[in-house]
Antibody, heavy 122, light 106 residues
Framework: EVQLVESGGGLVQPGGSLRLSCAAS????????MNWVRQAPGKGLEWVSY????????SYADSVKGRFTISRNNAKNSLSLQMNSLRAEDTAVYYC???????????????WGQGTMVTVSS | SYELTQPPSVSVSPGQTASITCSGD??????AYWYQQKPGQSPVLVIY???RRPSGIPERFSGSNSGNTATLTISGTQAMDEADYYC?????????FGGGTKLTVL
């Protein structure tokens, strides 16, 4: 079964750090680009970060640039998001999502994890 | 930065056709994608590359994209289709989501 399972969420104080992980199974992880998408309580989806299959291309939303770092370990089928200098507005459910590829360009987000909740509060 | 605009809500009677729009500058020049999200669940891809349906998505879901507007159409809407729907597009190596549309079936 193709599956993504996030972990690492929790309660953290403003200014603190947290590292999210996403474990992939059931597919050849190293051939897919990956993303983090978040959803604040009662709000819509917000894309956070993208990493290509070989980590050569990485991009971030302006709201997290300079504070968050995406990485992956293809040998361990895992995706990570290091979140530093956290703010109250980073409070959200964080999803990892697989992107299919179309002629070498990322395409649809076809598989999503169940999400992990991050709460930034004192 | 690129933006996608959706109506906050759309209502439809059971069995009727629901249309949800997504507007963006020259959106028709890029692919549009649509996701369905029910309360407490993760998003599910329902349309990709403007018009294509993933395996397992009912035929009543269809999409189009031209000019500045992409449209998700649900024909013969069922109660189970009540959900939030999000459009999405790529802007270089970044991703943009629309604000979401709550579809109410009443």
């Amino acid at each position: 079964e193709v599956q993504l399972v996030e972990s690492g969420g929790g309660l953290v104080q403003p200014g603190g750090s947290l590292r999210l992980s996403c474990a992939a199974s059931g597919f050849t992880f190293s051939t897919y680009s990956m993303n983090w998408v978040r959803q604040a309580p009662g709000k819509g989806l917000e894309w956070v970060s993208y990493i290509s299959s070989g980590s050569s291309t990485i991009s971030y939303a302006d709201s997290v640039k300079g504070r968050f770092t995406i990485s992956r370990n293809n040998a361990k089928n895992s995706l990570s998001l290091q979140m530093n200098s956290l703010r109250a507005e980073d409070t959200a459910v964080y999803y990892c999502a697989r992107a299919t590829m179309l002629r070498g360009v990322p395409d649809a987000f076809d598989i999503w994890g169940q999400g992990t909740m991050v709460t930034v509060s004192s | 930065s690129y933006e996608l605009t959706q109506p906050p809500s759309v209502s439809v009677s059971p069995g009727q056709t629901a249309s949800i729009t997504c507007s963006g500058d020259k959106l028709g020049d890029r692919y549009a994608y649509w996701y369905q999200q029910k309360p407490g669940q993760s998003p599910v891809l329902v349309i990709y590359q403007d018009t294509r349906r993933p395996s397992g998505i009912p035929e009543r879901f269809s999409g189009s994209n031209s000019g500045n507007t992409a449209t998700l159409t649900i024909s013969g809407t069922q109660a189970m289709d009540e959900a939030d729907y999000y459009c999405q597009a790529w802007d270089s190596s970044t991703v943009v989501f629309g604000g979401g549309t709550k579809l109410t079936v009443l």
